[in-house]
């Protein structure tokens, strides 16, 4: 069934990911894998409930079952913070399996847990590192932008949310509001390209574009289309993080025509 739909689907991942940072292939595997262990979850859970058929595993059973059912159909976006709350009942239902498996005499060799606990944690610090190296970069990216364009604030504005509008906002840069704001000849515009709420102007009205690059996560990463990796929103892509060649987060600067049109407001 995974297989079908990413054979179906492949077409859709071209969208997300950037072919000099990843392959469709290299994306099928990360989503098959991590999958194929979202099914696990779900057969312990079953599993456990049907041997035990008592309160205890009917709760652990609702706690695993509810939560994939909630961050799957009813939560209004697909993130990776969604399915946290079911981790403390996956960790019991796992004891509970190696408990029932020493009792019934199958035999786990001594140093299977240690090497599954070193492993999930290593995995677990990567992702951390890597969402702090994005964040980092999106302070950095704008504090260069700030120290350009300081003494052109009356002409400067910026887009995008996330970090960037953060920091820009406190360092007291101007953001550009498509129901308020006007850009007008001569104007400047920073835009990050790994963000959200875009609106470039008209390439007539550009006379000319600069980039500040300011070089992220390299090996993985937790929000960027290029790699499909979209841990906080599914809008970036399929994977709450994902492996790959992660290209530097890039600031798009735009200086408009002295005869640039005036674009009406929204």
């Known amino acids: 069934?995974?297989?079908?739909?990413?054979?179906f689907g492949g077409a859709v991942l071209v969208k997300y990911i950037s072919t000099s940072a990843t392959s469709g292939t290299f994306v099928e595997i990360q989503i098959t894998f991590w999958a194929v262990g979202g099914l696990g979850v779900a057969a312990l859970a079953i599993a456990d409930l049907w041997n035990q058929r008592n309160a205890?595993?009917?709760?652990?059973?609702?706690?695993?079952?509810?939560?994939?059912?909630?961050?799957?159909?009813f939560?209004?976006?697909?993130?990776?913070?969604?399915?946290?709350?079911?981790?403390?009942?996956?960790?019991?239902l796992i004891a509970r399996r190696l408990d029932r498996n020493a009792v019934a005499g199958?035999?786990?060799?001594?140093?299977?847990?240690?090497?599954?606990l070193a492993t999930g944690a290593a995995?677990?610090?990567l992702v951390a590192q890597a969402d702090y190296l994005f964040g980092e970069?999106?302070?950095?990216?704008?504090?260069?932008?700030?120290?350009?364009?300081?003494?052109?604030?009356?002409?400067?504005?910026?887009?995008?949310?996330w970090g960037f509008q953060y920091y820009m906002?406190?360092?007291?840069?101007?953001?550009?509001?498509?129901?308020?704001?006007?850009?007008?000849?001569?104007?400047?515009?920073?835009?990050?390209?790994?963000?959200?709420?875009?609106?470039?102007?008209?390439?007539?009205?550009?006379?000319?574009?600069?980039?500040?690059?300011?070089?992220?996560?390299?090996?993985?990463?937790t929000?960027?289309?290029?790699?499909?990796a979209s841990f906080y929103a599914a809008i970036r892509g399929p994977l709450p993080f994902a492996f790959g060649k992660v290209p530097p987060e890039n600031v798009f600067i735009y200086f408009l025509k002295p005869d640039a049109p005036t674009p009406p407001k929204n």
């Open 1 to 7: 069934m995974i297989a079908a739909a990413l054979f």
């Open 56 to 73: 205890t595993a009917w709760l652990l059973a609702l706690w695993v079952l509810g939560t994939f059912s909630f961050a799957a159909f």
């Open 75 to 92: 939560n209004w976006t697909v993130n990776g913070r969604s399915i946290l709350p079911m981790a403390p009942a996956v960790g019991i």
């Open 106 to 116: 199958w035999k786990t060799p001594p140093f299977a847990a240690s090497v599954c």
């Open 123 to 125: 995995l677990a610090l």
């Open 137 to 161: 970069a999106s302070r950095q990216a704008a504090v260069r932008t700030h120290a350009r364009f300081v003494n052109e604030q009356k002409t400067f504005w910026f887009e995008g949310h």
């Open 169 to 221: 906002e406190s360092l007291g840069m101007a953001e550009f509001d498509v129901s308020r704001s006007a850009l007008k000849p001569e104007n400047i515009l920073a835009m990050p390209e790994n963000n959200t709420g875009l609106l470039p102007p008209k390439l007539e009205a550009i006379a000319r574009r600069e980039n500040i690059y300011v070089q992220g996560p390299r090996f993985i990463a």
């Open 223 to 228: 929000m960027n289309p290029a790699v499909a």
